[in-house]
């Protein structure tokens, strides 16, 4: 069982920066990949960053060059780096880990607020 805890989410000023982590339980974080997604109201669920197992990034088209993914397998911890925010990244977001079709988690999710 695995467990994600997300923090790091509030509120800040459109050209602000924050930081999400999201700690996992258990013991296969370091051979999974881990997602960050983002749900704004009356918008479906959409995934902004990716970082496999062997730290291959992706990032959705929006965030390029604004938002950074990383992990650290000692602290079975993954981030997102948020930089130049706009309001239109106001939304909670989701950790999701993923290891095969067998495991696939969440946490709770941040709600992340940005301000014009």
């Known amino acids: 069982q695995v467990q994600l805890v997300e923090s790091g989410g509030g509120l800040v000023q459109a050209g602000g920066s924050l930081r999400l982590s999201c700690a996992a339980s258990g013991s296969i974080f370091s051979i999974s990949a881990m997602h960050w997604y983002r749900q704004a109201p009356g918008k479906q669920r959409e995934l902004v960053a990716s970082?496999?197992?062997?730290?291959?990034?992706n990032y959705a088209d929006s965030v390029k060059g604004r938002f950074t993914i990383s992990r650290d397998n000692a602290k079975n911890t993954v981030y997102l780096q948020m930089n130049s925010l706009k309001p239109e990244d106001t939304a909670v977001y989701y950790c999701?880990?993923?290891?095969?079709?067998?495991?696939?988690?969440w946490g709770q999710g941040t709600q992340v607020t940005v301000s014009s």
């Open positions: 999701n880990l993923r290891f095969t079709t067998v495991y696939d988690y």
């Open positions: 970082i496999t197992s062997i730290s291959k990034i």
